[in-house]
């Protein structure tokens, strides 16, 4: 991986491009017991191309696994996820900072520390309350990456929240 000169600034940079959607009907694929839909996306210049996808675990007793990110595609060839929102199915280890995170929802974001380390570049994660869903991650991912050209709603609130 050619992404060792990236740094938090460019990251930033890239995550908050206006972004539109090309292909905002995009099927699911079943693929290993999962649904996954891929979105191609360029910046409002199209200088940058990414890639929104969005996993679903169909085995029974497994709808909290759900997964969604914004990937770039760098002139390269080569892909970087720069950010992946996550349901709630495992904890979460943050390595550099030796931190569990027990299973909640969580937002993984690339970081320069992470990839410097030699780590997955989006090693690090925080919990959140902003979703519960698959539908509810994508609405919060597309709201916080400025992604325009796909449908999203937010989750409904909660009566009952879990603490």
């Not at 600034?9 to 079943?30: C, H, M, W």
């Not at 869903?133 to 050209?149: E, F, K, M, N, P």
């Amino acid at each position: 991986m050619a992404f060792e000169s990236i740094n938090d600034a460019e990251i930033e940079r890239l995550l908050g491009l206006p972004k539109r959607v090309a292909n905002p009907g995009a099927r699911d694929s079943r693929i290993e017991g999962r649904l996954q839909r891929n979105y191609a996306l360029a910046d409002d210049r199209k200088e940058h191309t990414f890639q929104v996808y969005t996993r679903q675990n169909t085995r029974p007793g497994m709808e909290d696994d759900f997964s969604c990110g914004l990937s770039w595609l760098a002139p390269n060839g080569e892909t970087l996820t720069l950010c992946r929102y996550n349901g709630p199915h495992l904890d979460h280890f943050n390595r550099l900072e030796n931190e569990w995170l027990e299973a909640k929802c969580h937002i993984h974001r690339t970081t320069e520390r992470y990839i410097q380390a030699g780590f997955k570049p989006e090693g690090h994660a925080s919990t959140t309350d902003r979703y519960r869903t698959l539908a509810g991650a994508l609405h919060c991912l597309v709201t916080d990456c400025r992604i325009s050209g796909l449908a999203t709603q937010p989750d409904e609130p909660t009566l009952f929240p879990v603490t």
